[in-house]
């Protein structure tokens, strides 16, 4: 397997985490717990109850949404009145719903990953333009995917690997309806670096459990069998039904409504779960006999969490993503330090979240530019909570 990997830019992983005390930080004057939150390549935002959100990490694009440019290890607020319900950070870039499906993005905008019309840079939110509501959205590498609550797809941002599924590859600064008017009710774009040759893809789960994906295939994450890329969605082979569903860069997971974990795509570091590393073109489960509540796909690795709370990671762990304490790749799963007992947990990419049924959150892995919102730049081996 891979090591001393070097990271470019540009990712996107969904995590849920809140804001307390962490090993090796200071003291907070108070503890912020988050209802929804999501980390990207280097940054992080959350929001709370009351629809305040935060976000952390690097913001050389402007994607902490607090007006300026400024890194930070520790949480700051997103400017503006503007509340939202639920977030994605994306790549360099963040997408926010409102409680009446309202959809904000700000941050780096030169693929018209915003939606607003507009290639411009936003240091704080801007409306999606259209009018549309959404249930959901998902901030991928330089694009970004939502879905109605009536099961609608739209995209907009980059298409070079046809992965806004509208039948082209034709890149678009506001939304544009998904191709074969079908009805998701989970939607995951994938995450990815732009300098680096990561074929961008999107998934999604019809209502019926069908999953779909589209885009880029270089690696077999589109799971239909082939290698061939797709403008337009492509069901998953096999007669497999899934509640929930993930992508990766480079690969993808899903979960059956009985809980039973599937990957497909690539492999070189494990990430798929099976034992080896030979990509997959099509579904094969993860080993073990583990039933999951949720699962995420990070960069090169992949997390779930069981109903008993405890989380599980495979694939590439050079930075400590697995949180077990040591930097040991694997190509199986293994348990994450501790008992904290969480009830979600998500693989960003070189570090990972989850938050427990108290809503503490904890992260772990690589940190070099605060995405851990620690308040420090130190990489953590085992789980550690987030200073507010």
Not at 47 to 54: D, I, L, P, R, S
Not at 56 to 83: A, I, M, Y
Not at 156 to 171: K, P, Y
Not at 306 to 328: R, S, V
Request: hydrophobic residues 35%; aromatic residues 8%; contains cysteine.
């Amino acid at each position: 397997m891979r090591s001393n990997r070097v990271y470019h830019l540009l990712a996107t992983v969904p995590v849920l985490i809140s804001a307390s005390v962490a090993a090796g930080g200071k003291q907070g004057s108070s503890q912020v717990t988050f209802t929804a939150v999501s980390a990207g390549l280097y940054h992080t935002c959350g929001v709370t109850a009351t629809g305040a959100t935060y976000c952390w990490g690097l913001n050389g694009f402007g994607q902490l949404g607090d007006g300026t440019e400024t890194n930070r290890s520790q949480p700051v607020l997103v400017v503006g009145d503007v509340k939202f319900v639920a977030v994605s950070a994306g790549d360099a870039h963040t997408c926010g719903i409102t409680a009446v499906g309202a959809a904000y993005c700000w941050g780096r905008n030169v693929f018209g990953q915003l939606g607003d019309g507009s290639t411009t840079n936003r240091s704080s939110p801007v409306p999606v333009k259209g009018g549309l509501r959404f249930a959901a959205v998902s901030a991928g590498m330089v694009y970004t995917c939502g879905v109605t609550a009536g099961g609608a797809a739209y995209c907009w941002g980059d298409n070079t690997w046809g992965q806004l599924g509208d039948g082209t590859r034709t890149r678009r600064s506001k939304p544009v309806p998904v191709a074969n008017g079908l009805n998701f009710t989970a939607l995951s774009a994938s995450g990815g670096f732009v300098l680096v040759d990561f074929h961008a893809h999107t998934c999604g789960v019809t209502d019926g459990g069908t999953a779909y994906c589209w885009g880029g295939n270089s690696s077999g994450q589109l799971g239909d069998g082939t290698k061939s890329n797709r403008s337009t969605p492509v069901p998953v082979v096999g007669s497999l039904s899934f509640a929930a569903i993930s992508a990766g860069p480079k690969h993808t997971c899903g979960i059956s409504a009985a809980g039973a974990a599937y990957c497909w795509g690539g492999n070189d570091e494990g990430e798929v779960g099976d034992g080896t590393t030979t990509d997959r073109s099509s579904p094969v489960p993860v080993a073990g006999d583990v039933s999951f509540v949720g699962i995420s796909a990070g960069f090169f690795h992949a997390c779930g969490v069981t109903a008993g709370g405890e989380a599980h990671c495979w694939g590439n762990n050079d930075y400590g993503q697995f949180g077990d304490g040591d930097t040991t790749s694997r190509s199986t799963r293994v348990l994450v330090a501790g008992d904290a007992g969480f009830t979600v947990v998500s693989a960003g990419s070189t570090h990972t979240c989850g938050i427990t049924a108290t809503g503490v959150a904890y992260c772990w892995g690589g940190n070099n530019e605060g995405q851990l919102g620690d308040g420090t730049t130190t990489r953590r081996l085992t789980p550690a909570r987030v200073v507010q």
